[in-house]
């Protein structure tokens, strides 16, 4: 099987010169759910955004090596940026819903894409909050203001609206931070969901967290991956010491 998105050589340093990666080699592969895990400013954030390029925002950083998407230089002169942040797909902690209703928020972007036909943007809206685990919540209501919504509920539109347009990979950092734990275990759920049509790629909110979704982890600590391998292996039979202390809450 070859890798979705593979990470070679990978190093990034800051414009104030503070180096967050060194030398990152992964395979993340189709259909996964793959965990990027690790105590906070190991790296996890900027790893995560330099796989669609939210990194290009910083002026004056250095990158070594690259990332392989589905066969292609995510690097290279004549990738289409925005177009790549289509098929690869952040989801942000702080959820961000636009003014309007909840079905405007979900068919925004399907409009900027020049989807108008109404069977096909309803068709959309419902697949999209099914699989962020929504639906059941807010289809009698899809044009109340998305405001009105809970802060569970507000993350979870968030992720309906990136998966109304269809990605390939869709990027987590941290999707149920302040969320109740009811909305967290919504939130899990979906994810079994997500990873049968996405590769999904998360930083988790915790170790427990990290043990309940993950497929496969990659440790991360001050930039550097200690250990990657299957959730069991992780978790149950660490190799290097430094995962062992991590995942069984020694340090981090
Ligand atoms: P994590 O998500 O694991 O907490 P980050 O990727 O956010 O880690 O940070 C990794 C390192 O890069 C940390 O040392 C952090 O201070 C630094 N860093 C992150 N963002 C910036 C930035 N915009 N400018 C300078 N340093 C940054
Ligand atoms: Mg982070």
Request: proline share 5%.
């Amino acid at each position: 099987m070859s890798a979705k998105l593979s990470i070679q050589n990978l190093s990034f340093t800051y414009p104030d010169g503070t180096q967050a990666l060194k030398n990152i080699n992964l395979d993340i592969q189709p259909h996964e759910l793959f965990v990027l895990m690790g105590p906070s400013r190991s790296g996890k954030s900027t790893l995560l955004r330099l796989m669609n390029r939210l990194s290009d925002l910083v002026d004056g950083c250095e990158r070594d090596g690259t990332i392989v998407f589905d066969g292609q230089d995510l690097f290279a002169p004549d990738v289409d940026v925005f177009a790549l942040r289509r098929r690869v797909s952040m989801v942000f902690a702080i959820p961000t819903p636009l003014p309007g209703s909840i079905y405007e928020n979900l068919t925004y972007g399907l409009r900027m894409a020049g989807i108008r036909t109404p069977a096909v943007l309803d068709e959309r809206v419902e697949r999209s909050l099914r699989q962020a685990a929504l639906w059941d919540e807010v289809k009698d209501r899809l044009g109340d203001s998305a405001f009105a919504l809970s802060g569970g509920q507000k993350q979870r539109l968030c992720l309906a609206r990136s998966l109304a347009l269809e990605p390939e990979v869709i990027l987590l950092d941290n999707p149920t931070s302040g969320l109740d734990p009811i909305s967290t275990s919504l939130v899990e759920e979906s994810l079994f969901e997500l990873k049968q049509q996405y590769t999904v790629i998360m930083v988790p909110h915790s170790v427990q967290q990290a043990s309940r979704v993950a497929d496969r982890v990659a440790f991360l600590l001050d930039g550097s991956v200690i250990e990657v391998g299957d959730e069991s292996q992780i978790f149950v039979y660490p190799e290097d010491q430094r995962t062992e202390d991590y995942v069984t809450g020694r340090f981090g």
